[in-house]
C-alpha cells in the first residue's frame, strides 16, 4: 500500500522514542505484518533548546524546528510530527512558515478529548506548557475547560520533567505525587487529565490514574499512523 513519510521533529529522547516506539508498535492494522510508515528523525541537543526557552526566545525556538523541518524535507518526508508539547509554542508563531505540514500535538489532544466527550481538563506538563497558550487555545476552540496546578504544583512537576523525566529517571515517590495531584484535579471538576509532557506517560498512565487520562504522546502517534495510511 502507499504511504506517506513521516518526519519526527524531536526535542527530548525520552518522549521522542516512546512516540517513534508507539508508531513502529502500532502500525500493523495500517500496514501488515511488521509494516510502519518510512520515518526519517532530526533533533537538536535539548539544551540549545532550553537556552531559548529560558529567555522567552519562542520566535528562536520556532526557527530551530524550521530548521529540522527543512532537514525532514531534504530526507523525503511528506509531513511532520513533533512528540514535545512546550515546543508548540513556537510551532504556532512559525507553522505557516514551514516548507512542510504538521500534525499539531494539541489539536490532537483537543480532538480526542472532545471525541470522548471531556469537558473539563486537568493539564499536566512543564511550567511554560501548563501557563502558556497551547492548551487554552486548541481546548477553548472546542468549548473544553481547562485547569491547571496550583503554584507550587506546577513547580513541582516542572522539576519532575527536568531532572527526572527526560533522563529517564522514574520513581515511584514522583509517580505518587502525580497520582495526587490528579485526584485534586478531580476534586475540582475535572473529567480528563491531559498528560500534557510526552514523558508523563512512561510513568503515569490511565490503568493507575485516579480520571481518566489523554495520553498526548500515543494520541499524536496514532494520528501520524493515520495520516502516514492516508485514513484520516
Known amino acids: 500500500m502507499s504511504r506517506r513519510h513521516l518526519g519526527i521533529v524531536a ?3 525520552e518522549g521522542a522514542a516512546l512516540c517513534y516506539r508507539t508508531i513502529c508498535a502500532e502500525s500493523e492494522r495500517a500496514f501488515g505484518r511488521h509494516g510502519h510508515p518510512e520515518i526519517s528523525m532530526h533533533t537538536w541537543p535539548l539544551a540549545e533548546y ?3 526557552i529560558e529567555a522567552d526566545r519562542w520566535e528562536d525556538v ?6 529540522s523541518a527543512a532537514k525532514l524535507q531534504g530526507a523525503g518526508a511528506d509531513f511532520l510530527i513533533c512528540p514535545d508539547n512546550t515546543v508548540h509554542q513556537a510551532l504556532d508563531l512559525v507553522r505557516d512558515r514551514s516548507p512542510l505540514p504538521w500534525l499539531h500535538i494539541a489539536e490532537e489532544v483537543a480532538a480526542s478529548a472532545e471525541a470522548r466527550g471531556f469537558r473539563r481538563l486537568l493539564v499536566l506538563g512543564t511550567k511554560y506548557l501548563m501557563e502558556g497558550p497551547v492548551y487554552p487555545a486548541k481546548l477553548g476552540a472546542r468549548g473544553i475547560d481547562r485547569i491547571v496546578p496550583p ?3 506546577r513547580a513541582q ?4 520533567i527536568f531532572d527526572e523525566l527526560v533522563r529517564g529517571d522514574f520513581r515511584a515517590s ?6 495526587d495531584v490528579i485526584a485534586e484535579g478531580q476534586a ?3 473529567d480528563a487529565v491531559v498528560l500534557g509532557c510526552t514523558e508523563i506517560p512512561l510513568i503515569v498512565d490511565e490503568r493507575d490514574s485516579p480520571l481518566p487520562a489523554l495520553d498526548s504522546t500515543r494520541i499524536l502517534a496514532r494520528a501520524a499512523i493515520r495520516a502516514a495510511a492516508g485514513t484520516d
Open 11 to 13: 526535542v527530548s529522547a
Open 50 to 52: 532550553m537556552r531559548h
Open 62 to 67: 520556532g526557527a530551530m524546528m524550521l530548521a
Open 151 to 153: 503554584p507550587a504544583r
Open 157 to 160: 512537576i516542572d522539576g519532575f
Open 174 to 179: 514522583t509517580r505518587a505525587v502525580f497520582r
Open 188 to 190: 475540582l471538576g475535572c
